[in-house]
């Protein structure tokens, strides 16, 4: 039974770029939270979706968009990528109750 | 809306030796607890629960943490550590009317030294 997958590993982009990231949920999983974890610190909860609705966000600007799909796998869009944004993002997975199970996250840089 | 606070940034112990890495919540509505655990370059491991019944839970490898509701306090102790325990350890809470968002404190390093 795969877990929770991400991908790219690694992403270099420059301030003003837009990226991508890809999350997978573990088998029976319909629920996928994003969040953010700046180096040295804990994650952050970017927003959470469930049936390919944004149901929950934290506080993080218009920038940070998000999309699910029929199969609940979920992408994380940032557009005007400051260097602030360089951060491990971490996809977590759940279905009806509270545990999450978390990927392997995505390293971003922003140069 | 809840907090999670980690009182040490890291934690220095002896191999063999006995930790107890502290975790204090504050939250006005009833929560669930999680410890995690993250090692270098990875993503986080759950390492244990508690979610009802006994106040204190257990992990596989030897970690267990008691829940005291009145002190708000979830802390995390092993009676001997290994060199492998050395990793970045996150306390974490949701609560129980909206389990959408785990609110995560600043974490503690557990340095284990042979």
């Known amino acids: 039974d795969a877990g929770v997958t991400q991908s790219p590993t690694h992403l270099i982009k420059t301030r003003g770029q837009q990226v991508t990231l890809r999350c997978s949920p573990k088998?029976?999983?319909?629920?996928v939270s994003w969040y953010q974890q700046a180096l040295g610190q804990g994650p952050q909860f970017i927003f959470q979706?469930?049936?390919?609705?944004?149901?929950q966000r934290g506080n993080f600007p218009d920038r940070f968009s998000g999309h699910q799909f029929p199969n609940y796998s979920s992408e994380l869009n940032v557009n005007a990528l400051l260097l602030g944004d360089s951060a491990l993002y971490l996809c977590a997975s759940s279905s009806a109750g509270p545990q999450q199970f978390f990927g392997p996250g995505t390293r971003l840089t922003v140069l | 809306a809840q907090s999670v606070t980690q009182l040490d940034s890291q934690v220095p112990v002896f191999e063999e030796a006995p930790v107890e890495l502290r975790c204090n919540y504050s939250?006005?509505?009833?929560?669930?607890l999680f410890w995690y655990v993250q090692y270098p370059n990875q993503g986080l491991q759950l390492l244990l629960k508690y979610l009802s019944g006994s106040t204190l839970v257990e992990s596989i490898n030897g970690f267990e943490a008691e829940f005291n509701k009145s002190q708000t306090s979830f802390h995390l102790r092993k009676p001997s550590v290994h060199i492998s325990d050395t990793a970045e350890y996150f306390c974490?809470?949701?609560?129980?009317?909206?389990?959408?968002?785990?609110?995560f404190g600043s974490g503690t390093r557990l340095l284990v030294r042979p």
């Open positions: 979706y469930y049936e390919e609705e944004e149901r």
């Open positions: 939250s006005s509505v009833s929560v669930y």
């Open positions: 974490a809470v949701i609560s129980m009317d909206s389990s959408y968002k785990l609110i």
């Open positions: 088998s029976g999983h319909d629920t």
